[in-house]
């Protein structure tokens, strides 16, 4: 038998609770340390750019070798460009949910 899909009131208030616990938390660190400057976003938007770009130029760059090597077209390169460029962003994504965490801490 599958559960019901409407929460139980008591998991929506627990939840709001939550939520409005985590707000008070966000509020207080803000109103202590204030908020970050423009030159560190823009730092920070600057190292996230470069962990995307990075993989994804050495997937182009390996692949471009492969495809040379075994005279394929750009079968390696667009395989790999791809590969690259999804590992960037889970690196991104990854660093992303760090600087958050460290933000709340």
Do not use: Y
């Amino acid at each position: 038998m599958r559960p019901p899909l409407d929460p139980s009131p008591g998991d929506v208030e627990s939840a709001l609770q939550r939520a409005v616990a985590q707000r008070a938390k966000r509020r207080a660190f803000w109103q202590t340390h204030g908020e970050r400057s423009l030159a560190q976003n823009l730092a920070m938007i600057g190292a996230l750019g470069w962990l995307v770009i990075t993989p994804t130029l050495a997937g182009v760059f390996l692949g471009r070798w492969l495809d040379r090597r075994f005279d394929v077209g750009i079968f390696w390169t667009g395989a790999l460009l791809t590969a690259g460029l999804a590992t960037g962003c889970v690196i991104a994504w990854r660093r992303v949910q760090q600087i958050q965490r460290e933000d709340e801490a």
